[in-house]
Nanobody, 121 residues
Framework: QLQLVESGGGLVQAGGSLRLSCAASGRTVSGYAMGWYRQAPGQERERVAFISQSSAFTDYADSVTSRFIISRDNAQNMVYLEMNSLKPEDTGVYYC??????????????WGQGTQVTVSS
């Protein structure tokens, strides 16, 4: 069974940066498209960024494009989300997810537990 564990969240000032990591175990992530979702208190979980198996394609939410960068290292079974120019509205719990290229952007087959990101003004 594929297990995903996020890390790297924390408290950061507006305008700052954070780099989230997603470590996979149990199976090789090379067989999956990967992505990140986030959820603010009282709101629905929203799509953030996605990357295909070979990193040939990426897909970003309009709210984060040009500020966030998703990347992966299949040899290390790792996925990353570099977040720059952070805004208070970026605050939320960030979740790593896995699936095929289409499924990962709607109903991922696998989820991590999430890591909290708080951006102060």
């Amino acid at each position: 069974q594929l297990q995903l564990v996020e890390s790297g969240g924390g408290l950061v000032q507006a305008g700052g940066s954070l780099r989230l990591s997603c470590a996979a175990s149990g199976r090789t992530v090379s067989g999956y498209a990967m992505g990140w979702y986030r959820q603010a208190p009282g709101q629905e979980r929203e799509r953030v960024a996605f990357i295909s198996q070979s990193s040939a394609f990426t897909d970003y939410a309009d709210s984060v494009t040009s500020r966030f960068i998703i990347s992966r290292d299949n040899a290390q079974n790792m996925v990353y989300l570099e977040m720059n120019s952070l805004k208070p509205e970026d605050t939320g719990v960030y979740y790593c997810a896995a699936g095929d290229w289409y499924r990962v952007r709607s109903e991922p087959g696998y989820w991590g537990q999430g890591t909290q990101v708080t951006v102060s003004s």
